[in-house]
C-alpha cells in the first residue's frame, strides 16, 4: 500500500516505522520538509520524506498525524483530496491533556471530514500511544484499532493496514461513533500519565 504520514512526532515516526516494516511504499509530510527528509532516511526501507503536498499527491492513504488543533492548516496546505483515505489519529484534547474541545454533538473526525469533503476520512490509531507502535513495544500483543467511517471501502484498507503492522482491527461502525471512540481515547490517556499506568496501556473491547 501507498501510505503517508503527515506529521513527525511521536505518533507519525512510531507509524512510518512500523508501516515500513510491514512491507508498505511509506512518505512522510510536514511543513518542514527538512524535517521529513530526516525521519524518512532513520525510518529507511525506501521512505521518502518532502513537504505536504507532495506526500498527499503521493499515497492512496493518507495518516494525518498531527495534533487535532494543527490539522486544519495542514489540509489547506494539500492539493485535491477527492478519493483519498485520509486516516484521523486525532485526540482533540484540552492543553492540560484533561478534557476534550470537541465532543458529544461532534468529533474531531467529523470536523476533519468537514474539512476536507471529497476525501475518505476513517477514525483509527487515537487510542493507541506511540511506544505501542512498534513489534516490540507490544511484545507480541495484537493491540485493538477502533475503525469508524461512512465509507466501507475505506475501512477496509485502513483495516488491512492496520493488520499488516500487527493490530486487530475493530469494526466500530460510522464516523459519528469518533463522538464515542475519543472519548475512550481521551480515558486511555488519563489511565496513561494521571492514574500511574505509564504510556503502555491500550483499550480492549471483549467479547464473551
Not at 501510505?3 to 511543513?31: C, D, K, P, Q
Not at 490539522?71 to 494539500?78: H, T
Amino acid at each position: 500500500m501507498n501510505v503517508s504520514i503527515i506529521g513527525t512526532g511521536n505518533m507519525g515516526a512510531g507509524l512510518a516505522h512500523a508501516f515500513a516494516a510491514a512491507g508498505h511504499e511509506v512518505s512522510i509530510g510536514a511543513r518542514d520538509a527538512a524535517k521529513a527528509a530526516a525521519l524518512a532516511e532513520q525510518v529507511g526501507r525506501g521512505t521518502i520524506g518532502g513537504g505536504l503536498q507532495a506526500a498527499a499527491q503521493r499515497a492512496d492513504v493518507i495518516v494525518l498525524a498531527l495534533p487535532y488543533g494543527a490539522v486544519a492548516e495542514a489540509l489547506a496546505q494539500m492539493p485535491d483530496l477527492a478519493g483519498k483515505v485520509l486516516v484521523d489519529i486525532s485526540n482533540p484534547i484540552t492543553a492540560d491533556f484533561k478534557g476534550l474541545v470537541v465532543g458529544h454533538t461532534s468529533s474531531a473526525a467529523e470536523e476533519i471530514q468537514k474539512l476536507a469533503p471529497q476525501a475518505r476520512v476513517v477514525k483509527a490509531f487515537n487510542t493507541i500511544f506511540a511506544p505501542l507502535l512498534s513489534a516490540e513495544g507490544r511484545k507480541g500483543q495484537a493491540l485493538q484499532v477502533f475503525l469508524a467511517g461512512d465509507d466501507d471501502a475505506a475501512k477496509a484498507r485502513v483495516a488491512e493496514l492496520a493488520r499488516s503492522a500487527g493490530f486487530e482491527p475493530v469494526e466500530a461502525g460510522a464516523l459519528s461513533n469518533s463522538r464515542f471512540i475519543e472519548p475512550i481515547g481521551e480515558m486511555n490517556i488519563h489511565f496513561g500519565f494521571f492514574l500511574g499506568k505509564g504510556p503502555t496501556v491500550a483499550p480492549a473491547w471483549v467479547q464473551i
